[in-house]
Nanobody, 117 residues
Framework: QEHLVESGGGLVQPGGSLRLSCVVS????????LGWHRQAPGKERELVAV???????VYGDFVNGRFIISRDNSKNTVYLQMNNLQPEDTAVYYC???????????WGQGTQVNVSS
């Protein structure tokens, strides 16, 4: 059964950077669609970035070139490099794994990111 574990969240000042990691225990990792979503208090969960098995990525409109999603199939890990973080990026960030792509997929437990001076 698939299992996701995120790490890398924390407190950072505005303009700072964080790299989130998500280790996925799944035999079909290299074929899966992987994503990062976030949910701020009182708001709906929103897409941050998604990457397919070919390495093509799509980002939420708010990213504006600040974040990069990547994957390492040899480590069953997906990353989210976040630069120039702003207070509005404060949220719980969730990793998402989907294989096949037509299924709802599974979620990690989330990692908290706080951006504050």
């Amino acid at each position: 059964q698939e299992h996701l574990v995120e790490s890398g969240g924390g407190l950072v000042q505005p303009g700072g950077s964080l790299r989130l990691s998500c280790v996925v225990s799944a035999s079909r990792f290299s074929f899966a669609v992987l994503g990062w979503h976030r949910q701020a208090p009182g708001k709906e969960r929103e897409l941050v970035a998604v990457i397919n098995s070919a390495g093509s990525a799509v980002y939420g409109d708010f990213v504006n070139g600040r974040f990069i999603i990547s994957r390492d199939n040899s480590k069953n890990t997906v990353y989210l490099q976040m630069n120039n973080l702003q207070p509005e990026d404060t949220a719980v960030y969730y990793c998402h794994y989907r294989f096949p792509a037509s299924t709802p997929g599974i979620w990690g437990q989330g990692t908290q990111v706080n951006v504050s001076s």
